[in-house]
T-cell receptor, first 112, second 109 residues
Framework: TAGITQAPTSQILAAGRSMTLRCTQD?????MYWYRQDLGLGLRLIHY???????GKGEVPDGYSVSRANTDDFPLTLASAVPSQTSVYFC???????????FGEGSRLTVL | GQNIDQPTEMTATEGAIVQINCTYQ??????LFWYQQHAGEAPTFLSY??LDGLEEKGRFSSFLSRSKGYSYLLLKELQMKDSASYLC??????????WGAGTKLIIKP
């Protein structure tokens, strides 16, 4: 079972360029999330989606956008990357709001 | 504000027992999660407590005291593969997870 697939695994991006991180799940989970993980900090929620067609802002949404056209896909877009967006990005899903999270393997993004 | 506190790093010996503590302050409470994260990998679910008491699952146990805003993860019969970061996360009244920065556990032979 694939679970959650993220792409790319890693990317180096010039500041000012745009980038979309892809996330696909095959578990038919309703809820999906994007987190960033930085050294010394806890996981921080960027955006979430409780069900297809709806999205919401998390703790650190500025500079990021998401869409949820269907149940399986939840892409994260950086419209104009800045160095402070250098991080490891994790996509996750859960069956419901209180269910355990299943994480993708992460996307390591470096913005120069 | 909402906050999770857990030690940054702990060291233990193979075969021993270690307890990782976590204190939380959240607006409302809908449960406490523990995740394990090996270096360079994704977090994986270990446990969920919503009621006071101890939940045992093999070598791992998790405890919750809602009145004290306190939880701990207990790892018994430590193995080298238990070397990882352990993430504590509390769910607030809006069902949002508030994450601690993680406790890096180093296991020595």
């Amino acid at each position: 079972t694939a679970g959650i697939t993220q792409a790319p695994t890693s990317q180096i991006l010039a500041a000012g360029r745009s980038m979309t991180l892809r996330c696909t799940q095959d578990m038919r989970h309703n809820a999906m999330y994007w987190y960033r993980q930085d050294l010394g900090l806890g996981l921080r929620l960027i955006h979430y989606s409780n069900t297809a067609g709806t999205t919401g802002k998390g703790e650190v949404p500025d500079g990021y956008s998401v869409s949820r056209a269907n149940t399986d896909d939840f892409p994260l877009t950086l419209a104009s990357a800045v160095p402070s967006q250098t991080s490891v990005y994790f996509c996750a899903s859960s069956e419901g709001q209180t269910g355990e999270l299943f994480f993708g393997e992460g996307s390591r993004l470096t913005v120069l | 504000g909402q906050n999770i506190d857990q030690p940054t790093e702990m060291t233990a010996t193979e075969g021993a027992i270690v307890q990782i503590n976590c204190t939380y302050q959240t607006s409302g409470f809908n449960g406490l999660f523990w995740y394990q994260q090996h270096a360079g990998e994704a977090p994986t679910f270990l446990s969920y407590n919503v009621l006071d008491g101890l939940e045992e699952k093999g070598r791992f146990s998790s405890f919750l005291s809602r009145s004290k805003g306190y939880s701990y993860l207990l790892l018994k019969e430590l193995q080298m593969k238990d070397s990882a970061s352990y993430l504590c996360a509390a769910m607030d009244s809006n069902y949002q997870l508030i994450w601690g920065a993680g406790t890096k556990l180093i296991i020595k032979p």
